[in-house]
């Protein structure tokens, strides 16, 4: 937040961060795979939440164990386009 204060004036003079980089984007060498949707850049954010059901496991010798999974992750990050064929994305 305090970093969209300190910048705002200065890309609100010129284009705007997400105009620039979307302009260098479509001018780099750069071409993203298309995967479970049909959006042409990579996705900044992403969030999957799995439940597998229960599963039984007998050792011989041992007790009977159950198992039950449950899965989430998330993901988010910024590209920076380093040059036409690099880029780094900065996130989590």
Do not use: C
């Not at 980089?21 to 049909?38: C, D, H, L, Q, Y």
């Not at 059901?53 to 198992?67: E, P």
């Amino acid at each position: 937040m305090l970093l969209m204060l300190l910048t705002g004036p200065a890309l609100a003079e010129s284009k705007s961060f997400t105009q620039s980089t979307i302009a260098a984007f479509e001018s780099s060498n750069i071409v993203f795979k298309r995967g479970e949707s049909t959006i042409p850049f990579l996705p900044l954010a992403n969030i999957t939440a799995k439940t597998y059901g229960s599963a039984d496991v007998t050792i011989d010798g041992t007790d009977d164990l159950q198992f039950e999974i449950e899965h989430f992750s998330q993901v988010a990050g910024i590209p920076f386009l380093l040059d036409d064929n690099n880029v780094l994305i900065v996130g989590q």
